[in-house]
């Protein structure tokens, strides 16, 4: 996949994250915990996809690692420098 359309992919996440749900937590141990989340269920796509085929997904592996750069996004722009 060519890197404009992973980062449209990852701004479109920040996008739907930001509208669904405006604020971010101010720790940073509930920050990460939240990009750990959907790293692990980018992981559980993976899984299936290897494992469990006809449960994987190639589509919704997409989705969940775009979801991870969307938090990881969050989480950098919470950060006062
Ligand atoms: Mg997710």
Same mark, same amino acid.
């Given at each position: 996949m060519e890197s404009n359309k992973v980062i449209d992919l990852i701004m479109c996440e920040v996008k739907t994250a930001e509208e669904k749900h405006p604020g971010w937590p101010t720790d940073r141990i509930h920050a990460v915990s939240i990009?750990?989340?959907?790293?692990?269920?980018?992981?559980?796509?993976? !899984?299936? !996809?290897?494992?469990?085929?006809?449960?994987?997904?190639e589509e919704r592996l997409i989705k969940?690692?775009?979801?991870?750069?969307?938090?990881? !996004?969050?989480?950098?722009?919470? !950060?006062?420098?």
């Open positions: 990009i750990a989340e959907e790293v692990g269920e980018a992981m559980r796509e993976a !899984i299936d !996809i290897t494992y469990f085929p006809q449960n994987g997904s969940e690692l775009a979801q991870t750069g969307a938090m990881a !996004i969050r989480a950098l722009k919470s !950060i006062e420098l």
